[in-house]
């Protein structure tokens, strides 16, 4: 499984949180408002950010998803309503990713 050394979720207003579980990004992403925590950044903890995913907040309260992995030459950029559903596919591409990296 992930560990925390390897990646960690930054929100607009400040909140850290290192190797973030299903349920804490599920809570991060409940807590994105209009007013002043729009995004979430993920990426990783140390060295060259190779690959980093993004949650924003958009005015008609759906979140877009943009996940970029420079290895993989993978790209995404989705768009969800359901928080759970956010967390599910953001677990599973992080999972490629930190597998990625890990030496």
């Not at 925390?4 to 991060?28: C, K, N, Q």
């Not at 990783?44 to 970029?68: F, N, Q």
């Not at 599973?92 to 990625?100: E, F, N, P, R």
């Amino acid at each position: 499984m992930m560990a925390a050394r390897h990646y960690f979720a930054r929100t607009e207003d400040g909140y850290h949180v290192d190797d973030p579980s299903h349920v804490a990004l599920v809570v991060l992403i409940n807590e994105l408002n209009h007013v002043d925590n729009t995004f979430i950044t993920i990426q990783p903890a140390i060295g060259d950010p190779g690959w980093h995913a993004s949650v924003s907040l958009r005015e008609d309260d759906t979140y877009e998803v943009v996940c970029r992995d420079d290895l993989r030459q993978d790209h995404r950029i989705s768009s969800l309503t359901d928080p759970g559903r956010v967390a599910d596919d953001l677990s599973s591409w992080l999972a490629g990713c930190v597998a990625d990296t890990t030496p």
